[in-house]
């Protein structure tokens, strides 16, 4: 029952990010760009574990994985206004946010950054 839940809660915070968008895309983005998932996610742990450091290293991985999420914003931006199709445009803009995850994890490795 506590999964059903947990999917329920999940499920409507997308869909109203997804209405909302539909009247004002300013204040979806906003609300999107609250880390409503990560904070999900928080809640889910901590209730589940009361384990702030899984939290906490949570949030750090979180944090660090940002830079190269912003890819796929900019190429979801910039394809539409090359005419390229809504579809293929998240195609291209997944496959390019995923060959910057690689090279992200390779320069991050190089550095000596150990991710866990």
Do not use: C, H
Not at 53 to 63: E, M
Not at 65 to 86: D, E, G, H, N, R
């Amino acid at each position: 029952m506590y999964i059903v839940l947990k999917i329920f809660i999940t499920a409507l915070t997308v869909i109203a990010i997804g209405e909302i968008a539909k009247r004002s895309s300013l204040l979806a983005g906003i609300i999107a760009s609250v880390p409503l998932t990560s904070l999900l996610a928080f809640l889910w742990i901590y209730y589940e574990t009361q384990d702030i450091s899984l939290i906490k290293d949570l949030s750090k991985n979180i944090l660090i994985m940002i830079p190269p999420s912003l890819t796929f914003f900019a190429a979801i931006i910039i394809l539409p206004t090359m005419k390229v199709s809504f579809v293929l445009s998240v195609i291209i803009s997944v496959l390019i946010t995923t060959i910057v995850y690689w090279i992200y994890f390779y320069i991050l490795n190089a550095l000596g950054i150990n991710l866990t």
